[in-house]
């Protein structure tokens, strides 16, 4: 009876923790649809909305250490209750700011909050779910996180047209302070704190996995393992191009190379969070089920990125609507949907106990790739000069997408060099 019961309580934590997951990445992706509102208000230059963008990015990443070691000492229902409440207020205050300081505070209010969710729900799904059924847990959160996106594209861009960015983002924080207090009621660190059998005897694992890896241990460990390297470099340009072009300076590009308004933009957007949706639990699948491999599955995602941007760069401002919604589909699958893989050959490259700790390090790189091609992107417009209609042109874009194609090539690079961490089910009990 409590195997029943902690089988079906799982998902309710799941659920809440999606729920969270949600804002995370609709915060993450929001600037793209407002940018133009934004910069409008605050007289802002493309290098300072890259700041203002990647503020969050910033926050974020030097975060993902403290937020691994506090996942694995202090627990993970406390660390997303201590954090989580920051993005509220940084939310509400984003919508309220009166400046650009102030509006830079407000992101890094919001990056500060929700940059503990994604490691403490990896931290917990490690204990509610067996090892076969990570990897697709891990793509349906990631799924979820789609959902955000969507949200941040585009039903953003039709809150934003309706009742103006401001309220938008005022809303959104109300709706986080109710997710903070369901993750509170709702959510637990693994099935003992509810009496029932712990993963590890649900597993028919070694007991001695319970006993806790010592933090200045489990450190060593990950900064030693070889394999971690490339998997972080991996991470960097994959994540760094998602969120610098998908999260900021996408939805620019759309208005000023095509002409497209903003909710025109931020409906071609939504597409690439469909791709992200779709593609998480099947690449998870896929890699599970047909390639029986993690580093095949990494190395087919990062050549079909490649291809994305060298398509782009040959048809920088010529393709139809119908096949940019087409591209930005396929780009949310291999540049976005990749990551719930990219996790799951993390969590397998260590023991579980150090779950939070191996996983905190290494979402340090995504973060930081954002944080740097941001702005640095930013700075590449500004060099080519706006119109009198403040838009960049063509040709600012267009070196824009050489430098992200030579770092989808220096992911592809990296993918090659990973360690396979897939091992089959018999070995896992």
Known sequence: MSLHRAYVY???????????????????????????????DFGTTGQALGILGSIYFYCYAVMQFPAGLLSDSLGPRKTVAIFLP?????????????????????????????????????????????????????GIFNAVGGMGVLAGTGLLGWLSSHFGWRISFEIIGGVT???????????????????????????????????????????????????????????FCTCGIFYAFGGLWGGPYLMHTYGLSRTEAGGILSSFAWGMIVGSPALGWVSES???????????????LVALF?????????????????????????????????????????????????????????????AVLMPLLGRILDAFGKSEAGAYPVAGYERVLLILLIVSATALACSLLMKETYRPKTTRA
């Open 10 to 40: 799982r998902w309710a934590v799941f659920v809440v923790l999606s729920v969270a997951y949600f804002f995370v990445f609709f915060h993450r992706l929001s600037m793209s649809v407002v940018a133009g509102d934004v910069a409008k």
């Open 290 to 304: 047909l390639l029986h491999s993690r580093k095949k599955m990494l190395m087919i995602s990062s050549t079909a």
């Open 310 to 370: 060298a398509y782009l760069n040959l048809h920088p401002a010529d393709l139809s609507r119908t096949a940019l919604v087409v591209w930005f589909f396929t780009f949310g699958i291999f540049g976005t949907a990749i990551m719930a893989v990219g996790f799951t050959t993390t969590k397998e490259l260590f023991d579980v106990r150090m779950a939070g700790t191996a996983v905190g390090m290494l979402n340090l790189f995504p973060f930081l790739g954002g």
């Open 177 to 235: 302070f109710g997710v903070c207090v369901l993750a509170w009621i709702v959510v637990r660190d693994n099935p003992q704190s509810r009496g029932w059998p712990s993963i590890i005897a649900l597993d028919h694992d070694d007991p001695k996995r319970a006993e806790t890896i010592p933090l200045r241990q489990a450190i060593r460990t990950v900064l030693c393992c070889g394999p971690f390297w490339p998997l972080g470099l991996w991470f």
């Open 86 to 138: 920051l993005s509220a207020v940084g939310s509400l205050l984003f919508g309220l700011s009166p400046s650009l300081g102030w509006a830079i505070v407000a992101r890094f209010c919001i990056g500060l909050g929700v940059s503990t969710v994604f490691i403490a729900t990896m931290k917990i799904l490690s204990q509610w779910y067996r090892h076969h059924e990570f990897a697709m847990m891990t």
